[in-house]
């Protein structure tokens, strides 16, 4: 069992900066694929980056150049360091690890780009 636990959102402006982590309890942290989800208010749950247990690395194309996404094995953490953000990055951004069949949330924690 996984628990994850997600911290960083809030009210930033456009152009701002936001580093958001996870963090995971629980066993095989290391062979996990994590990923950060985002879910904007009215749309469906769109990934945004994830990262292997080999540290390979996919964005989607509307943060590509902007956000990156890095793992600490040792502290089991997961983190998205988002910059140059803009009003539509406006939305939960929820935890993923998966392993196969076997698949993890967190609850999410919220970012609101806004002047």
């Known amino acids: 069992q996984v628990q994850l636990v997600e911290s960083g959102g809030g009210l930033v402006q456009p152009g701002g900066s936001l580093r958001l982590s996870c963090a995971a309890s629980g066993s095989g942290f290391s062979f996990y694929s994590l990923a950060w989800y985002r879910q904007a208010p009215g749309s469906q749950r769109d990934l945004v980056a994830s990262v292997g247990p080999y540290g390979n690395r996919n964005y989607a194309d509307s943060v590509k150049g902007r956000f990156t996404i890095s793992r600490d094995n040792a502290k089991t953490t997961v983190y998205l360091q988002m910059s140059s953000l803009k009003p539509e990055d406006t939305g939960v951004y929820s935890c993923?690890?998966?392993?196969?069949?076997?698949?993890?949330w967190g609850k999410g924690t919220l970012v609101t780009v806004s002047s």
């Open positions: 993923n690890a998966k392993s196969g069949a076997t698949e993890y």
